[in-house]
């Protein structure tokens, strides 16, 4: 069986990285909190305008700071979804498993992106 055991991350391993996801996740869903805060806050300040150009180009770059943080809470959510499927693969037994050529993802870089289902050589020839 040890060319079984080389297929796979041993179970303590998969326990560092989900500790490594965990801790990950809980910083991501801290920072889509915040962004989501902001943009209520900010829907929440309108006080009657005057009219003037002025409050106009508020308006203005009020819309788009809005449309950013969309943005951003947009990408933070489906950096969090990835995350969160990295767990399922945890569970399932194929976390750090390349899912274009079988093998096995290295380390360093499941330790830089936990939620890659690539390895380096994989996503080289994608390029």
Do not use: W
């Amino acid at each position: 069986m040890d060319m079984a055991e080389k297929t796979r991350y041993t179970d303590e391993e998969l326990k560092e990285f989900d500790a490594l996801i965990n801790e990950k996740l809980d910083r991501a869903k801290s920072e889509l909190r915040s962004l989501r805060a902001s943009m209520t806050r900010d829907r929440g300040d309108d006080t009657g305008s005057t009219g003037s150009s002025v409050k106009t180009l508020e308006d203005g770059a009020d819309t788009a700071e809005k449309e950013q943080l969309s943005q951003l809470a947009g990408r933070q959510q489906k950096f969090i979804n990835n995350l969160e499927n990295a767990l399922i693969r945890i569970k399932n037994g194929t976390y750090g498993i390349c899912v274009d050529t079988g093998n096995l993802i290295g380390k360093d870089r499941l330790k830089a992106v936990p939620h890659t289902m690539h390895s380096i050589a994989a996503k080289l020839k994608k390029s």
